[in-house]
């Protein structure tokens, strides 16, 4: 049954709790279907794998779909649709053995070719996929991407039914967690080719992870239901998922109090201390490969051509007093553009990062009159921002910092955030944006590969000779430590050109329900719902 908890209205909690069992939330009892309700804070843009961006999509797609090789509840990685695997003395051919029993939701077998044809689409320029890039060092992806190649001469080729080979043209120590990612899951040919670009939708949809898609009424509800052909299909406790989409997070918060959602997306700042007072265990608070920044469009002025400029907007920032006073929840300020927590690397941070505001701030006003603006001649701009109470809030106070420090003059813009993508994409009217990056694997590269010139996610369009060179001389390195000092001396490259300015790294913010079971917190902030379960309420 598909309840939508937005159009109840009844006054009493014991109905509520009443209402809330019988839409499942309260577990599994007898014959009784289980549902797990989650707060996501956008729509997702689509669920089609490879036009798909948000990380709200991705939680959704990683519950319907899997890959090559998936993660544990607590973020380690572990086989999915490959059972194992090998890699060749010189880093550059992996070969994957599929499992036999991995099927579709309509039951046909997944095969090898079916990822094929997943990885040949995500490359394919028709495709106009987002993450195309990722495959980047499989043999002959930019040629493909680019258009010189077809999409057949891709590097993967199916040996037969159970066995996949993807060759490389240099060693890429992330694959294997890249391989986790919704846009490299596998895809069903006759099912694009019968619907289209409406395969994606409710009832078309062939799923092969623990859940399938069976109803998306849009700004409301994404219902999942059991996949009884996944392979694993034993293992997994919550017959249906609700992904509800809660764009404000006081209401998601007083959906939590009432029981309707199990598990929050976030936790509003203005509540926070309250909620961790009253709520205790139930909030998890853990480091997030994520970071939160405003962009620049440098194709256009005021920006192009003014690194000047750039860095005093960056400089009167108070990070400090934003992550204190604004959000509050445990994030940290960001002086680099890779998070601290990212394994085998030390970020680069800005030169200033050790001054006090007061000393930053006197250096900003420099560079913004040596950028041609005063108090006389201010600079005026306008800043985009989702829908969101944190984004207000965070644009509401970088407004004022920048009024006060330097005199700018700061209209600020809210928009959806399928709108603010459109825009951010196309670069006609935006000028500051916010925007931010999650980790899609535990390496740098993650967040640094982004702002290479062509990277259908670097937004403000940031080209720099001297950073691609680096970039590509540490996709060169057999030896980690090498690769290593190429890909910090890139960032520091980038940072000292301002093209974004990071503003702060994230944590992760949920409050769980005690009915949930098996949450892990991880760096990633990854929770597929088959590794949850749920027990009666108490």
Request: charged share 20%.
């Amino acid at each position: 049954m598909l309840c939508d908890m937005k159009s109840m209205r009844i006054p009493i909690l014991i109905a509520v709790l009443g209402v809330v069992a019988a839409c499942g939330g309260a577990g599994k009892s007898g014959d009784a279907t289980s549902v797990l309700n989650r707060g996501i804070s956008t729509e997702p843009e689509s669920l089609d794998a490879h036009r798909a961006r948000s990380t709200q999509a991705a939680d959704v797609l990683r519950d319907i779909g899997e890959g090559l090789v998936s993660y544990t509840a607590s973020g380690e990685l572990t086989p999915g649709v490959a059972e194992s695997w090998e890699l060749s003395d010189d880093g550059l051919t992996y070969t994957f053995h599929l499992r036999a029993n991995a099927k579709w939701s309509n039951g046909e077998a997944v095969i090898a070719e079916h990822f094929v044809f997943g990885l040949r689409r995500l490359v394919t320029p028709a495709t106009a996929a987002f993450y195309a890039q990722m495959l980047a060092d499989v043999s002959n992806a930019a040629r493909v991407t680019s258009g010189v190649m077809q999409p057949s001469a891709l590097g993967v080729t199916a040996i037969d039914d159970q066995t996949l080979v993807i060759k490389l043209d240099r060693p890429t120590p992330y694959l294997i967690s890249l391989l986790t990612h919704p846009a490299t899951f596998p895809m069903h040919p006759a099912s694009i080719e019968e619907h289209g670009d409406a395969f994606a939708r409710a009832g078309n949809l062939l799923s092969n992870g623990a859940y399938v898609l069976a109803g998306w009424i849009p700004g409301s509800v994404i219902t999942l239901h059991r996949n009884e052909h996944y392979w694993n299909n034993a293992a997994t406790a919550i017959d249906e998922v609700q992904h509800h989409v809660l764009t404000q997070e006081m209401t998601e918060l007083a959906r939590y109090r009432a029981g309707e959602i199990h598990v929050t997306s976030s936790v509003p700042p203005e509540s926070f201390e309250q909620v961790r007072s009253e709520l205790g265990d139930q909030l998890h608070i853990s480091p997030y490969l994520g970071v939160y920044y405003y962009g620049y469009n440098l194709i256009k002025p005021p920006f192009s051509g003014s690194p000047a400029l750039r860095q005093a907007l960056s400089m009167a920032i108070d990070r400090d007093l934003l992550v204190e006073k604004i959000t509050g929840r445990g994030e940290s300020p960001a002086y680099s553009w890779v998070p601290p927590s990212v394994d085998n690397y030390e970020p680069t941070v800005f030169s200033y990062a050790l001054l006090s505001q007061d000393e930053r701030n006197n250096i900003a006003q420099g560079l913004y009159e040596e950028a041609g603006y005063s108090a006389q001649s201010p600079l005026q701009l306008e800043l985009r921002y989702n829908t969101s109470d944190t984004q207000r809030r965070v644009a509401l106070a970088i407004q004022s910092m920048w009024r006060d420090v330097l005199g700018v003059e700061t209209k600020l813009i809210n928009e959806e955030f399928q709108v603010l993508l459109a825009n951010m994409r196309d670069r006609e009217i935006t000028q500051v944006f916010r925007s931010s990056w999650m980790g899609d694997y535990n390496d740098a590269h993650t967040f640094l590969s982004i702002m290479q010139a062509g990277n259908s996610a670097n937004m403000p369009a940031y080209n720099s000779e001297e950073y691609d060179s680096l970039m590509k001389r540490a996709a060169e390195q057999v030896d980690l430590g090498r690769r290593r000092l190429y890909l910090e001396e890139a960032e520091r490259v980038m940072l000292a050109d301002h093209p974004v300015i990071p503003i702060y790294f994230y944590v992760s913010k949920h409050l769980v329900s005690p009915q949930v079971q098996g949450w892990g917190d991880n760096v990633l902030d990854y929770h597929y719902s088959q590794h949850l379960s749920l027990k009666a309420a108490e």
